[in-house]
């Protein structure tokens, strides 16, 4: 199976190497999204920025029936863990963030800490989990995406940015990056939200021993803060920071405020 494709941005702060960070992306997106902010937390880290199986210049697999066909949460950490052998810090933005919480209770030993953003242990709303989308909603986008995936994933954008500050400036530099490495893999936009609406890893949460942070955007419409609260305080070694002004794509409207987050988070001792 061939590797995944990764973007490297090579450590250029003062002094030694810097120890390796792994951003993940969420459902639809790629690893460019992560570009601006992945740039900054370079002057810091050894940064990475992966296109998940089906997403970005890893659909170019030449063998990609297998890796695109049937993708589970499971299957996906498999992958990432043959790709990556070094322990790292992992950064998971919404469904990439149910990615980097099941690496680390996977494989510990790879996973060294851990950064949720915008993200949540369930995605669907429970009669005992009311913090999420309503399973009506993902179905209607899996039926739409086999007619029209294009107009699916600019819907999906428009609730991703609706009541960020710059809800219309982040819409346009969502949309400019969205296919900017062609188009995702039809069947792996469909196995995503297969994951996106049958995975809850509430009962999981107390297992995983990395130090976590939380990050939140004020205003995500599809991440309600009480899921990033849960998530932070089922957690052993969890803690939450929410910031201000932003939806869904911190890292994209308030990308000084989410690196200062996540280097602080990062260099504790």
């Known amino acids: 199976m061939a590797g995944l494709h990764v973007d490297c941005y090579e450590y250029a702060g003062k002094g030694d190497s810097g120890s390796p960070l792994l951003l993940i992306h969420g459902w639809g997106m790629h690893g460019g999204m ?65 990615v980097a919480l099941r690496w680390a209770l996977r494989h510990p030993q790879q996973v060294e800490r851990l950064v949720m953003v915008a993200s949540t242990p369930c995605f669907v709303r429970l009669e005992d989990w009311k ?17 029209h995936y294009a107009q699916t994933l600019k819907r999906f954008l428009s609730l991703q940015v609706r009541g960020s ?37 509430r009962g999981t949460l107390s297992e995983v021993k990395q130090a976590m942070l939380v990050l939140a955007g ?4 599809l991440i309600p803060l009480q899921a990033s609260q849960y998530l932070a305080s089922r957690t052993p070694n969890g803690r939450l920071a ?21 280097v602080n988070f990062l260099n504790e001792q």
């Open 34 to 98: 992560w570009s601006h902010a992945a740039e900054k937390l370079a002057q810091h880290f050894n940064v990475y920025a992966v296109d998940l199986p089906g997403h970005g210049y890893s659909t170019n697999h030449s063998d990609s029936s297998p890796v695109t066909s049937g993708l589970t949460l499971d299957s996906i950490v498999d992958e990432l863990s043959d790709q990556f052998d070094e322990p790292l810090a992992v950064c998971g933005w919404s469904l990439g963030g149910q």
């Open 165 to 201: 500050e710059q809800e219309r400036e982040m819409l346009a530099i969502m949309r400019d990056g969205l296919f900017s490495r062609g188009e995702p893999d039809i069947n792996s936009l469909q196995s995503g939200l297969d994951i996106l609406r049958s995975s809850d890893l």
């Open 242 to 262: 929410m910031i201000k002004g932003a939806a869904h794509a911190p890292f994209l409207s308030h990308p000084n405020e989410f690196v200062e987050h996540v």
């Open 218 to 221: 004020e205003r995500d419409t």
């Open 131 to 147: 913090y999420a989308l309503s399973v009506e909603i993902l179905e209607e986008f899996a039926a739409s995406l086999q007619h």
